[in-house]
């Protein structure tokens, strides 16, 4: 009596692959069943019979990866691929090898295609609305009247900085350096407000998205990869585009994310009017970066749709 299988014969193949699968879907829903049941059951009505004292409370523990199902499953994907490949090349079987070839290539799917996480654009932009409108009090209480400017990175002590400088005055103003360099909120000479600007953390992240840092790019390379980064890596708009001549920068953006924390910004006069929203500020510090001098926004419009922005920028020659 001869017990072991003879790989060769097509039906003991057809066996092995019926015999793979099943194991598989047995692990699966093994797997399943353990992340499930981990997951505390809370009845709707239970109540402790002995509350614990406020300070007594025991502290969380401090958030660590944890693998979910998908990457398990993943894993085993791998592990049984590889055992079927293994089992091929030993037993010259053809079947074994495609079966190999197909569970190793999903588990590598899983594994590195990981699904993306979205965040509501009406939450963010309740909370960027908030911080706008306290920075447009403050602005409103000390009748700082002028034209905020973006000042360039030899103004900063970090190159991945970003500060813009309100005067007091409605006039054009750039501060020193060695005065704009000091980590002061209120300048005396002259007197201004100096401010972190609202889109820093975009263009730090353009920077990220494109490995790149602006201080060591010009204008043409702002202006060939970011309709790219707008349009496809980030998803922020359907269309950009970026004219230069001279000193003046005209973009144009539609169908952007923040078209409804725009409108909300254009309510804010002194915010809107002074260094935009920000989308518009992160233009502006991508700008300055790239050609070491002094931005200006003139002015932004809206079109009627509420769909299309227009900023138009100025570089300042100090």
């Keep these: 009596m001869n017990l072991f299988i003879d790989p060769s014969d097509p039906i003991n193949q057809l066996f092995i692959m019926i015999t793979l699968e099943t194991v598989l879907v047995i692990v699966i829903l093994i797997v399943a069943v353990i ?68 569970l190793t290539f999903w588990g590598a799917l899983l594994l590195f295609i990981r699904p993306t996480k979205y965040v509501k654009a009406s939450l963010v932009d309740s909370t960027a609305v908030s911080s706008l409108t306290s920075l447009d009090q403050i602005i409103t209480e000390l009748n700082f009247k002028g034209k905020a400017v973006y000042l360039p990175p030899k103004h900063l002590k970090e190159t991945r900085g970003g500060k813009l400088f309100i005067p007091s005055k409605k006039e054009l103003i750039i501060p020193p350096a060695e005065e704009a360099a000091e980590e002061k909120v209120f300048l005396r000479n002259p007197k201004g407000i100096r401010l972190t600007p609202p889109g820093l953390g975009l263009a730090n992240l353009y920077e990220k998205e494109l490995r790149k840092n602006f201080t060591k790019v010009n204008l043409n390379y702002l202006q060939n990869n970011l309709p790219k980064l707008f349009i496809e890596d980030l998803e922020i708009a359907e269309d950009f585009e970026m004219n230069i001549e001279d000193n003046k920068i005209q973009v144009k953006i539609t169908g952007s994310i923040y078209n409804d924390l725009c409108n909300e910004v254009r309510k804010l006069s002194n915010t809107c009017s002074s ?28 079109s009627d749709d509420d769909k299309t922005i227009e900023a138009h920028y100025r570089l300042i020659e100090e």
Aim: charged residues 25%.
């Design 275 to 302: 260094f935009g929203c920000p989308l518009c500020s992160s233009i502006a510090v991508a700008l300055t970066r790239a050609t070491g001098k002094p931005v200006l926004i003139e002015n932004i419009e809206v």
């Design 35 to 102: 992340k499930i049941k981990k997951q505390p059951l809370k009845a709707k009505d239970e109540k402790p019979r002995f509350a614990k004292p406020k300070a007594e409370a025991p502290r969380r523990k401090p958030w660590r990866h944890k693998r979910g199902l998908p990457e398990n499953v993943a894993y085993i994907l791998l592990l049984m691929g590889t055992l079927a490949l293994v089992t091929s090349i030993l037993y010259s079987s053809s079947i074994l090898a495609f079966i190999g070839l197909g």
